[in-house]
């Protein structure tokens, strides 16, 4: 159960919310019709993506994205029957709503959301070297203190070779 712990949900619940794709126009409400916020899921689909994710987070990325796009051909060809049999009125409001589902050329819906790349937020180091001035404010509610000696890692970058190297042969 470990893993579950990690995302915070059943596997139960991951399934019902994947089963619940084809039923809501939005990610929204498809979330909150589970308990849970969109933030939460995305956050779920981004780190199933990661190398060594959770095998919960990982499956439930494959499982819901691969739902999402079976929505998605689904309603194309629903909205491509309704286009060739002249129903522009229907069309129009499939259309509307695979835009506001699937935000057609934006990169904000929750097929962007998994993202290979590491949030700030996933780097607990990252975040206490340089906090933000929430978290400040957060740890100092905690009684979080730096030690007095504390310094933050600076990465230094190689030398470059000098141009004139007197070891290098011409």
């Known amino acids: 159960m470990a893993e579950e712990d990690e995302c915070h949900a059943t596997t139960d619940e991951l399934a019902a919310l994947i089963r619940s794709v084809?039923?809501?126009?939005?990610?929204?409400?498809?979330?909150?019709?589970?308990?849970?916020?969109?933030?939460?899921?995305?956050?779920?689909?981004?780190?199933?993506r990661q190398p060594g994710a959770p095998d919960i987070l990982a499956k439930f990325t494959e499982l819901f994205l691969k739902a999402e796009a079976r929505h998605a051909a689904d309603l194309y060809r629903d909205f491509h029957s309704m286009v060739l049999q002249g129903d522009?009125?229907?069309?129009?409001?499939?259309?509307?709503?695979?835009?506001?589902?699937?935000?057609?050329?934006?990169?904000?819906?929750?097929l962007m959301a998994v993202k290979r790349g590491k949030k700030r937020t996933d780097d607990l180091k990252?975040?206490?070297?340089?906090?933000?001035?929430?978290?400040?404010?957060?740890?100092?509610?905690t009684g979080w203190q730096r030690?007095?000696?504390?310094?933050?890692?600076?990465?230094?970058?190689?030398?470059?070779?000098?141009?004139?190297d007197s070891t290098t042969e011409h």
């Open 147 to 164: 030690l007095p000696d504390w310094q933050p890692v600076v990465r230094q970058l190689p030398a470059a070779p000098e141009e004139n």
């Open 22 to 48: 084809p039923l809501y126009p939005t990610l929204e409400t498809l979330c909150a019709s589970q308990g849970f916020s969109a933030d939460t899921v995305e956050n779920w689909l981004r780190r199933g």
């Open 126 to 141: 990252a975040m206490l070297s340089n906090p933000s001035p929430r978290l400040r404010a957060a740890l100092r509610e």
């Open 88 to 110: 522009s009125r229907g069309a129009k409001v499939l259309l509307d709503m695979i835009d506001r589902r699937w935000k057609l050329g934006a990169s904000s819906d929750a």
